[in-house]
């Protein structure tokens, strides 16, 4: 990505937030849309709060969101693995990512994938109906 197309993107959560504030229902989410690129560690976007200054909610979509652009495929990656996303979730846990909700998301999936029951590979000797 070049640099202008780069700002371009860094834009997306000061727009969302800004037509999100005209709309009555979606007011009480403005900051949390805002703010979910910002860093623990201060070096996000677009106003550079750290820690518990950034929404807690803004805090749960940043993880969210990143580990769903992880597993899903892009025009320029392949999707990562659900092992390969959680390890880069841990590595950003406490600069990029809030660690209690890196942690509080690991937990909630272990549990999702608990309760539903993984699919099981067809067998190469099952009969093709």
Do not use: C, N
């Not at 996000?44 to 749960?60: H, M």
């Not at 969101?65 to 025009?75: F, K, L, N, Q, S």
């Not at 990512?97 to 000797?125: G, H, I, N, T």
Request: hydrophobic content about 40%; aromatic content about 6%; proline content about 7%.
């Amino acid at each position: 990505m070049t640099d202008d197309e780069f700002a371009v993107i860094q834009r997306h959560p000061v727009d969302g937030s800004e037509i999100l504030r005209h709309l009555t229902p979606y007011r009480h989410i403005v900051e949390i849309v805002r703010h979910h690129h910002e860093r623990w560690d201060g070096r996000g976007y677009p106003d550079g709060l750290a820690g518990e200054a950034i929404p807690f909610g803004a805090r749960v979509i940043a993880v969210a969101d990143t580990y769903d652009a992880m597993t899903t495929d892009r025009p320029y990656r392949r999707a990562l693995s659900h092992e390969e996303a959680l390890a880069e979730l841990q590595r950003g846990a406490g600069t990029q990512f809030d660690p209690v909700v890196v942690a509080a998301f690991e937990r909630a999936l272990a549990r999702a994938r608990e309760a539903v029951p993984q699919k099981a590979a067809p067998s190469m000797s099952a009969p093709v109906s």
